[in-house]
């Protein structure tokens, strides 16, 4: 292959770091006072990469050339459509980042530059076809998220965050830094390919092992329990739009590339990684509903509600069909949708002074001050919770159809049956914002762009949201049917 093929490849990309190059330079001569002219062109950039990813979504590039630079870079309709997820919300977290860091006179020009060069990370992480890929995406996302979580270096809780998520982040970096070099060694590739091809046949100790720590390290990055043990005090201690970056688009990433590494690595081995699948993702459901019951901080709950629905995409996963991985990524568009709300609407609860309310007996009775705000995230919650007609309840229905075709029955129930206990908090949230006897605390208004982006994702999670599903079914389908061609 030549190298303008491979160039062609990495549009998406290459705008991207091109786009985070040239804002660094302005930043670095024009200091923060360009700080929302870089965001708007940091969006535009966005704009431009996903604009670049219609072709491969639309078309799926069946039968054409996806492999770019050897097999380092894989350009299919798998990674286009995370691709896309990921850009959506970034922009979600770039658009609502201006208003909140005003107001603390905390704008910096960095913020929408770190945001890109973590973007570019993650579509690096998502196109990998060989773990040095991997490994370099995985690495230029995390070394800017570490930043972005202690992006106000005054504020305890941030800096806080900063180093928890940094020494938690290397842990898991060297855990799966770990599983790589075993694989390699007991197969003698780092390529995805032949790495699969030398587990075709009986699996040597070693290589399980080597099997167990990569899916260790890799549920580290999506926050799946038991390595979710970060994520509370992140969410809690970032500021509140990089916890809403934090929550959506690198999750997206992380799931992606772990269903790559499953099918495109692991495919060969079902019954080895299923089971782990399988654990880690009732364990997660498990552990994200019971965790979050007793928490009084709206932010620390939204944390495990992302540990609880990661359960739920990861059941998608160890269906191990084109169904089972289509099926997480229509459930990854709609878990970005509800959690981009949430942490919006998270973001519009303000006092009379307007400081941050995150404690959720300041919620109560928030309904009588702010009607609309309040619906909205009412809404949110019920669609966090699965209770239909609202589009988190499809969600749910298709990772649970998907295991029962694989016939795995038992785990489908399991999980309908943990969705029930998660129901619990989210309607607990319900109860308070709008029957308790109101505390009089949420009394603040919002910026413009905070407004839109919340009245974009309500309409989404809504019944709404349904006459999406013909076309966001078609665009998985494609996106599955990619991923499986290598099997």
Same mark, same amino acid.
């Given at each position: ?15 991207? +770091?091109?786009?985070?190059?040239? $804002? ?19 969006? =535009? ?10 072709? +491969? ?13 050897? +097999? $380092? ?20 977290? $770039? ?83 770990y599983g790589m070099s075993l694989l390699y060694g007991f197969t003698g590739s780092t390529d995805f390919a032949g790495v699969k091809a030398a587990l075709s046949g009986d699996l040597s100790t070693g290589a399980l092992f080597g099997v167990v720590f990569v899916l260790a390290g890799l549920a580290f990055k999506i926050a799946a329990a038991p390595f979710h043990m970060w994520t509370p005090d992140v969410y809690e201690g970032a500021p509140t739009p990089?916890? +809403? ?20 690595? *692991? ?48 059941? /998608? ?27 919006? =609407? ?26 609309? &705000? ?47 206990? /998660?129901? *619990? ?9 709008? *029957? ?36 966001? /079914? ?7 049917? =990619?991923?499986?061609?290598? &099997?």
């Amino acid at each position: 292959m030549d190298l303008s093929t491979s160039l062609q490849l990495v549009v998406p990309e290459l705008i991207l +770091t091109a786009a985070g190059l040239i $804002l660094l330079l302005a930043a670095a001569w024009g200091g923060d006072k360009p700080a929302r002219t870089i965001t708007i062109a940091a969006v =535009a950039a966005l704009f431009g990469a996903g604009f670049a990813l219609v072709p +491969t979504l639309h078309d799926g590039l069946m039968g054409v050339e996806t492999n770019a630079f050897g +097999t $380092l870079f894989r350009a299919d309709a798998y990674a286009a459509f995370a691709k896309a997820l990921i850009y959506l919300a970034a922009i979600g977290a $770039l658009m609502i980042a201006p208003a909140w860091f005003d107001k603390r006179d905390a704008l910096r020009s960095e913020y929408p530059i770190l945001v890109l060069f973590a973007t570019v990370g993650m579509s690096i992480m998502v196109s990998a076809g060989d773990f040095l890929t991997l490994y370099l995406g995985l690495e230029l996302n995390s070394l800017a998220a570490y930043v972005l979580a202690a992006f106000l270096r005054d504020d305890r809780r941030s800096a806080e965050a900063g180093l928890k998520y940094f020494v938690l982040g290397a842990l898991a970096s060297g855990i799966l830094l770990y599983g790589m070099s075993l694989l390699y060694g007991f197969t003698g590739s780092t390529d995805f390919a032949g790495v699969k091809a030398a587990l075709s046949g009986d699996l040597s100790t070693g290589a399980l092992f080597g099997v167990v720590f990569v899916l260790a390290g890799l549920a580290f990055k999506i926050a799946a329990a038991p390595f979710h043990m970060w994520t509370p005090d992140v969410y809690e201690g970032a500021p509140t739009p990089v916890t +809403t970056f934090f929550a959506t688009a690198p999750k997206v990433a992380a799931v992606a590339l772990t269903g790559r590494v499953v099918f495109d690595v *692991f495919g060969g081995q079902v019954d080895a990684w299923r089971q782990i699948v399988i654990f880690i993702a009732l364990l997660s459901i498990v552990i994200g509903a019971l965790g979050a019951i007793g928490q009084e901080n709206i932010k620390r709950l939204l944390a495990y509600s992302s540990i609880n629905n990661v359960g739920f995409i990861l059941i /998608g996963l160890a269906a191990a069909t084109a169904a089972g991985a289509s099926a997480m990524l229509v459930y990854l568009f709609i878990y970005v949708a509800m959690s981009l709300g949430s942490f919006v =609407a998270v973001l519009m609860l303000k006092d009379e002074d307007g400081n941050d309310v995150e404690s959720i007996s300041g919620m109560a009775g928030m309904v009588k001050e702010q009607p609309l &705000l309040s619906w909205c995230l009412f809404f949110l919650m019920l669609s966090l919770a699965g209770i239909p007609p609202l589009f988190g309840f499809w969600g749910k229905f298709v990772v649970f159809q998907a295991a029962v075709q694989a016939d795995l029955v038992v785990l489908a129930a399991l999980g309908i049956a943990a969705s029930v206990i /998660g129901a *619990f908090y989210y309607l607990k949230v319900c109860k308070i914002i709008m *029957f308790d006897d109101p505390a009089g605390v949420v009394t603040g208004n919002s910026d413009k762009s905070h407004w839109t982006l919340l009245l974009i994702t309500s309409a989404i999670i809504s019944p709404l949201g349904y006459l999406l599903t013909p076309s966001l /079914g078609d665009l998985a389908n494609k996106a599955a049917e =990619a991923l499986f061609l290598t &099997l």
